[in-house]
Each structure stands twice: as C-alpha cells, then as structure tokens.
C-alpha cells in the first residue's frame, strides 16, 4: 500500500437485527474489530482469505457521533459506561480503566496518539525475555506499514490548547523538554472531543482505515456479537460460538433472561482479538493455555495521574487538539507526561466539594489545564473469571511504581506554578487546590491510596508472547502454544507494558501476525 | 417517584445547590431521568457502582453528621455537610463515581454550561460539545 490512507466506511451487519441463530463459515474468524483485530481482518482479506469478524459492541456511525453528547457516546460505545475498574490490592488505588465496546474497539475513544514501541523497550525484550524478533530495525517496515495506513502526523503546534501551552511554558522554564505527539489523523480541526468518537471523520481511527478496506476486500463484518467459546478439536481451532446480543442492551438482556440467539462460526483459523480484558477470559473459557498458569496474569495498566492548575487567564482547554505534546524528560524514572483536556463536566467532577463549594470551583473550570503523567509500570494485574459476562481484574502496584506517584504529582504541580498557576489540584479525592507552598508541606508520600484518583486507558499483557509455553500465552507469531489454529492479535500479547501509548505497538504486532499467517496455507 | 430517583435527586440537589438554592426542577427532572438512561444503556456493571454508591451516600453519609438516613430528609444543607465529609472518609471512591456521573451529564446542559462561564450568553457550545442541543425535559435520552 502507498500515497494516500484509505478511508471510508465499512460494510457492518447488525447481528442483532437478524433476529435468529446465525451459523457462518469462513477461512478466519476474527474476534474483535479493535485496532488489532482490523488489521489482521483487513490484510488477510486482502490476501483472499473469506474473513468473518465479530465485533461485541454496536456500530456507531460518524454521523450518529455528530448527533452525540459526549455522554451519550459513553453509553453506547464505551465498556460499562467508562466504570470498568482494576481494583486496587494492597497499597494500591483502584483504578479507573476505559476501554471501546464498539466497531473499530479502543480507537475510537484514544485521542489519536501514536508512538513506535520506545527502542529501550524492544532493547528489554531482546535481552531480558529472549525476543530478539522484535528489534526496532524488524519492527519497522510493520510500524511504516501501519503509519502509512492509518495517516500518522505531527500535531501542528499551533493546534495545542492554550492548556497545553501553559504547560510547555512551564515546563520550558525548568528545563524539562515537551515535543510534539503524532496522531492518526487527516483534517483534524482540534474540536478537541476525540475520546467521544472523531465527529468529523478526521481520526483515522480502525473503522475509518482498516475495517472499510476488510469489507470491500470481502470480509463480513458482524456487530453485536459475544463470544463466549473458542471451538477446539483434535488439539486445532475450528472456530467459535457465543451469543447475539439483542437490543435493547438492558439489564434483563444482559442477565440473559430470554433466550438470545446464538451464534456458531466454523473456521480454520481463529485470531482472538478481544483486548486485555476479555481475550484471557475467553482462552480460560475455552480452556486454552491452562498448563502455562500465565492466562489473565501479568496486565500492565500504565496507572496514569491527571494535574489540574487553576490560572488568572481564562484557559478555555477545550479549544485545540484534545493532545499534541509530551515530555520524556522523566523518562529514565518510568514516567512519561502526556497532554489532555476533558469535558468541563469531568473536570467539575473532580474539584472537591457540594452546594455552593462546588458551584464557586465549577466556576473555575474555564480557567483550568490540565496535563497527565503515566507510569511504565512492573506489571500486577491479574484477570479472572467473574459471575457475570464481565472479568474480574485486581492490580497490585509494584513498590517501585507506588513511589512514582508522589513524583509524578509533585513534578506536574511544579511545572503549572511556574507557568503561573495560582492553585494546582493533585488526583486526591477530597483533596482542595494547593498552592505551592501547600504543595512542598502536602506529604504525597503517605497519602492513602484510597485517596487517589488513577486511570488507565492502556491495559496490555494478560496473554503475552514468549519463547517458552510454561511463561507465556502464544508464541512470537501470536499462536496460542496449545492450540494449533488459534492466534491472539491484541494488546494482550505485549509482554510489557511500553510507557507509552501502545495503539501503534499494537497494530504493528497484528501487521506482523497478519504477515505469518498470509504465508501459512490453510489447514 | 422511584427511591433511585428520590436518591439521585437529592445527591444532585446538594451537589449543585448554589448560593440561591438547588437547580431548576425542570433541570433536575432531566437529569434524574437522563442518568437513568445512561444506566440502562451502560449495562449491569455501571448500574451497580452508582446504584451502590448512591445507597452509600443515601445511608452512611447523614449518621457522618449525626441525623439518620436517608439523606433525602436533610435539608440541602445539611446533605452537603454529610456528603463533604464522607468524600473525605475512606467510603469517598464511591461517592466520585456518583459524582462524576452526575457532573458528567449535568454539565451537558446548555444552561448549566453557561452558569459556569463555559459558554457566554449567544454562544455554542465549545468544539468538545459539538452539536448540544437543549435537551427535552421529558426525555433523558434525548439531546
């Protein structure tokens, strides 16, 4: 592929919509149509391979997003209305993780940042885990492949906030660097409201890109489809079965009560494409990777911690790029700083008080920036099987992250001062804005982590690769090492977590299995 | 009146109770019913962190003051007192996501977008807003 991204929009057939049983037949079937799962769609389609994929969530159509309130596209597009949580173990804040439940998965909701895995990283596999298939110099003809697909460009930096501006200047004057991000877009205006869903099309996120060229090459996209089972004989994949889920999406229909059709797709080969969260729940229902003991363990989250800084001037953060810049300037420390803004709704939310103490500080909210800072964190989260359709996740934050957090809190609070800031509000429940010499007396060191305020937007690793089946899930072409025929294509493969935001990591590592499986016949 | 509905609308009428009082009953009316919506639309997972956060507030932030539950028999006043200090106690996770949610939606209206100096009067919503229209009293849903 070269010159231009190809965009458009996919052909999707609304499973709930045909109100019976449904029984497919394919070459592949692709479970999950995120930024992994399109792509593995799209390149084997292309290839000639007849490709089903299976999408959990609705479609959500850009011109449905154009009639949205932000909060309308979390009811319909993100998993539990943007409430899943890792919950915290030990001395561990419960953590907030959003994740897609749609056509195109998490991309639709990421603001469009796209880093190449940091070579450090790559540096760690090769040495420490034994993977030297994954350099950066083998990586990249899959990270060019990608870029080229899905249109990666420097944000402009007359396109930050005046948010992110502040930030820079501040940070500039101690000596902390802010660069530029890339992201995947073509005609972005900097609405700023990429985490709902790109109303103008401009996000070239997968159901922009890859799922439109997936179907014109010939693949049936299927929404509103459950897997609950990956269908396993004689040792090899033959495909998969699960429910369709019908509307409307009720308490009552997700209790199951009623009979729902079901669905059963027989292949010859299956590609999980399901994220963190539900690709391990979905080998451990099969069966699949039992004898590893690794299934659902070793989730990395990069825990991420978000500043707001009250100015004199009025900020107005929501006019610009939702993200155009970062600092790696404490990188070496494990962290890494990233720009953001929120809807003046989710800020208000977080400022401290009711009655007329929150009505005084939601005044404020057009004078507040906002900047986020995450941790490439050891790892500790586990997945397991719940009592419902959703996982149970905890997180144990490993010591030497925990003490990042002050860190992070203390060094993002220090930058807003010395851009001007009057009052900065640390992620601590409860907490009132500080000033900066609130700030050095507050001791970030002992604050409970009850009282923390942590998200996530990248969970990565529950069913890693490796060179080895007793510590690992599939092997380095993302083939589960029990299952013939069964290949997981997702962040949950990423064997550690990156410090930066895996969208491209991950859609390289899918371009790679993609290419391997072209070059295997079928069985 | 459902008691979901009685709680989520005394936890709104203290959270955004100004100095004149709480919002518009008209505004309160949608966004009892708006939140409603977004639970059913969210699925089970989202129901039960805010309903569970709701009966949190609902019961165990009025004994924080002294005076028994629910905190529907408070005056405003007094639910914001309660609700202040269980957001400082360790049962404040809770009580964000009740918060959050609300604040969320609650932000969505044009009129409380303007109360907060986000839009000026004659003014669209900002880009992050795009395409918010006045929402229907009657209909949580509808935007």
Not at chain 1, 321 to 350: C, H, K, N, W
Request: glycine share 12%.
């Amino acid at each position: 592929m070269s010159g231009e991204p190809f965009v458009g929009r996919a052909r999707v057939n609304e499973a709930s919509r045909e109100g019976r049983d449904l029984e497919l037949d394919a070459d592949v079937v692709v479970v999950g149509s995120g930024a992994g799962g399109a792509v593995v769609a799209a390149l084997l389609a292309e290839a000639g391979r007849r490709v089903i994929v299976l999408e959990e969530g609705p479609n959500v159509s850009v011109d449905e997003i154009q009639s949205m309130r932000p909060s309308q596209h979390m009811r319909r597009a993100w998993r539990d209305g943007g409430m899943t949580v890792a919950v915290g173990v030990g001395d561990t804040p419960t953590i907030n993780v959003t994740m897609g439940r749609a056509v195109g998965g998490s991309s639709i909701l990421t603001g469009g940042v796209c880093f190449r895995t940091p070579e450090h990283v790559l540096s760690t596999w090769e040495e420490r885990l034994g993977l030297p298939q994954f350099s950066p110099a083998k990586l990249d003809a899959y990270f060019s492949e990608v870029e080229r697909a899905i249109h990666v460009e420097e944000v402009p930096v007359e396109m930050r906030s005046r948010s992110t501006q502040l930030f820079a200047e501040g940070a500039e004057k101690l000596g902390y660097a802010i660069e530029p991000l890339r992201r995947n877009t073509m005609g972005c205006n900097g609405c700023g409201r990429c985490n709902f869903g790109c109303p103008h099309g401009a996000k070239l996120s997968v159901d922009m890109t890859y799922l439109p060229r997936a179907t014109a090459a010939g693949a049936e996209l299927w929404s509103d489809c459950l897997v609950e089972r990956v269908l396993v004989e004689g040792g090899r994949a033959v495909g998969v079965e699960g429910t369709i889920l019908t509307r409307p999406r009720g308490l009552a229909g997700k209790l199951g009560f009623g009979r729902a059709p079901k669905l059963r797709v027989r292949a010859k080969q299956v590609v999980i494409a399901a994220g963190s969260y539900h690709s391990p729940l979905l080998l451990e229902r099969s069966g699949v990777g039992r004898a590893s003991g690794q299934v659902g363990r070793n989730m990395t989250l990069h825990p991420a911690f978000r500043m707001f800084a009250r100015f004199e001037v009025r900020v107005e953060g929501w006019r610009g790029a939702l993200q155009s810049a970062y600092s790696r300037a404490l990188e070496s420390d494990g962290i890494t700083m990233v720009g953001l803004f929120v809807p003046p709704g989710v800020l208000a939310a977080t400022m401290p008080g009711f009655g007329t103490e929150h009505v005084r500080r939601a005044a404020d909210v057009p004078h507040l920036a906002v900047f986020g800072g995450l941790i490439h964190d050891e790892g500790g989260g586990t997945v397991r099987r719940g009592p419902g359709r959703e996982p149970i996740v905890t997180y144990r934050m490993a010591p030497a992250d925990r003490a990042r957090i002050p860190q992070i809190i203390r060094t993002m609070a220090e930058v807003f001062f010395a851009a001007g800031a009057k009052e900065v509000f640390p992620p601590i429940l409860g907490q009132p804005g500080v000033g900066p010499d609130e700030l050095r007396t507050l001791d970030l060191e002992r604050i409970p982590a009850l009282r923390l305020e942590c998200s996530s937007q990248h969970p990565l690793g529950s069913c890693r690769m490796g060179r080895r089946p007793d510590d690992s899930v599939v092997d380095v072409d993302g083939q589960a090492w029990d299952v013939r025929g069964l290949y997981v294509a997702d962040g949950s493969i990423v064997p550690t977590s990156l410090g930066v935001n895996p969208q491209l990591t991950i859609m390289a590592l899918a371009t790679r299995i993609a290419h391997g499986l072209r070059e295997r016949p079928l069985p | 009146m459902s008691l979901f509905d009685r709680d989520a609308r005394a936890f709104a009428e203290a959270l955004f109770a100004g100095p004149e009082g709480p919002p518009p009953d008209e505004r309160l009316r949608w966004l009892v019913a708006d939140l409603a919506d977004f639970l059913e639309q969210s699925g089970p997972r989202a129901w039960a962190v805010i309903t569970g956060g709701l009966e949190v507030a609902t019961w165990l932030a009025p004994p924080l003051i002294g005076k028994l539950p629910p905190l529907s028999r408070l005056s405003v006043e007094e639910r914001c007192r309660a609700l202040d200090k269980l957001e400082h106690s360790p049962a404040g996770l809770p009580l964000l996501a009740v918060k959050a949610i609300l604040c969320i939606l609650y932000y969505e209206h044009p009129d409380s977008l303007a109360e907060i100096g986000v839009t000026k009067p004659g003014e669209s919503a900002p880009g992050c807003l795009v395409e918010l229209r006045r929402p229907a009293a009657s209909s949580g849903g509808a935007a």
